[in-house]
C-alpha cells in the first residue's frame, strides 16, 4: 500500500513523535511518501485562480504541485499533521491547502479520492487542537475524502517530549497506537464508503456545474464534469 504523508511544520515536536508512532504500525507494509512544509510548497497561493480557470498547470508552484498531487492521489491513505498555531493549522500547511483549491468539489475534484482514507493529526498546549484539525478536514471532504479519522492530544502542561510526563507520553502514545493498529487492520483494496453528505454536496456541485456547461461549454471546469461522465449518470463512487 502506499501512503503519503503532509507535514505541517519541518520541526521534529511532539507532532512529528505522534506521527511517528503512527507510522510505525506501517513501516514493514507500506511505501510512505513525506512531504515537510514548508519546504516542500514554500511560495503563497496568491489567489490568481489560474489553477480553477485555465488549469493546474498553469500555476506558478505547478511544478511542486503536480508531485505532491500524484503522490496523494496513489496513496491508499493520507495522513496530515500539524500543532496548532494560534487554534489553527500551521501557516504552511494553510498555504499548501490553498494550492489545491481546483480539487475542491465545486471545481474538478478527482475521482479516486473518494474512495480514499484520511487520518489527522495534531495538538496543541491547552485548547484549539480540533479547529487545527478542521482546517485539514474541510479541505479533505471537500476533496470528496469521507473516511476521515481526527486525533487531537491536549497538552496542558508542556510542549516539548521529553519534557511530558511519563504518564502523559504513555498516554498519548498509546491512543495514537491503537489508531494505527485500527488503519492496519483495514482492507485498502476495497474503496471506502462514500457518505451520504458527500454525495450531497456533490449533487449540488453537479447541478451547479450542469448549468455553468450549458451557459459557457468553454468553462474547464464544466468540460471536465462532462468529460468524467458526472453531469449524466456516472458517479465517481460506483
Not at 483494496?189 to 462514500?194: D, E, F, Q, V, Y
Request: glycine share 6%; aromatic share 12%; hydrophobic share 35%.
Amino acid at each position: 500500500m502506499n501512503i503519503t504523508v503532509i507535514n505541517g511544520t519541518e520541526k521534529h515536536g511532539v507532532t512529528y513523535r505522534l506521527k511517528e508512532i503512527f507510522l510505525s504500525e506501517f513501516r514493514d507494509k507500506a511505501n510512505i511518501t513525506e512531504y515537510y512544509l514548508p519546504k516542500a510548497c514554500p511560495s503563497f497561493c496568491t489567489g490568481c485562480t489560474n489553477c480553477i480557470l485555465k488549469g493546474e498547470s498553469t500555476c506558478k508552484d505547478a511544478d511542486k504541485i503536480r508531485s505532491i498531487d500524484k503522490s496523494l492521489l496513489e496513496a491508499d491513505l493520507i495522513v496530515m499533521t500539524s500543532p496548532a498555531y494560534v487554534f489553527h493549522a500551521t501557516g504552511a500547511m494553510k498555504t499548501f491547502l490553498d494550492h489545491f483549491a481546483y480539487r475542491w468539489l465545486p471545481h474538478r475534484p478527482a475521482p479516486e479520492m473518494f474512495g480514499k482514507r484520511a487520518f489527522i493529526l495534531t495538538q496543541c498546549l491547552g485548547q484549539g487542537a480540533k479547529s487545527a484539525a478542521k482546517d485539514m478536514k474541510d479541505s479533505l471532504s471537500w476533496w470528496g475524502i469521507s473516511k476521515i479519522e481526527v486525533f487531537t492530544g491536549a497538552l496542558m502542561s508542556d510542549i516539548v517530549w521529553e519534557k511530558l510526563s511519563e504518564k502523559k507520553q504513555s498516554q498519548l502514545t498509546r491512543k495514537v497506537k491503537r489508531l494505527s493498529r485500527k488503519f492496519a487492520q483495514i482492507d485498502y483494496t476495497k474503496p471506502a464508503h462514500t457518505n451520504l453528505i458527500t454525495k450531497v454536496k456533490f449533487s449540488f456541485c453537479r447541478v451547479m456545474q450542469k448549468s455553468l456547461h450549458k451557459s459557457d461549454p468553454e468553462y474547464l471546469d464544466g468540460q471536465y464534469w462532462s468529460h468524467q461522465g458526472w453531469l449524466d449518470n456516472i458517479r465517481p463512487w460506483k
